[in-house]
């Protein structure tokens, strides 16, 4: 299982950005994927989850501002994240595994890339 995300960088407050996790080495379709971050000083959260079935689930602080999505032809996974708020600064993650585990469970995860959230 590979995982490489792309699409990070900086953007100012309220601003929008696409990240991008391309999968291979796995059938994509039958993997539930997440996304999770890490802000610097603290420990790793996860952020949302898309199922084998497209259901969608969001943390809390995101809800309403990212939206979780996948193109199972392409093997890829997407967060477009909108009205982006300092806090959110921090490594993006995508992880997979066969079924939903807690997040330090998930077996396979990504490099990250760097979101930065700055005026």
């Known amino acids: 299982v590979q995982l490489v995300e792309s699409g990070g960088g900086l953007v100012q407050p309220g601003g929008s950005l696409r990240l991008s996790c391309a999968g291979s080495g796995f059938t994509f379709g039958s993997y539930h994927m997440i996304w999770a971050r890490q802000a610097p000083g603290k420990g790793r959260e996860w952020v949302s989850s898309?199922?084998?079935?497209?259901?969608?689930y969001y943390a809390d602080f995101v809800k309403g501002r990212f939206t979780i999505s996948k193109d199972t032809a392409k093997n890829t996974l997407y967060l477009q994240m909108n009205s982006l708020k300092p806090e959110d600064t921090a490594v993006y993650y995508c992880?997979?595994?066969?079924?939903?585990?807690?997040?330090?469970?998930?077996?396979?995860w990504g490099q990250g890339t760097q979101v930065t959230v700055s005026s």
């Open positions: 992880a997979a595994d066969l079924s939903p585990q807690a997040l330090s469970s998930y077996r396979n």
């Open positions: 898309i199922s084998t079935s497209g259901s969608t």
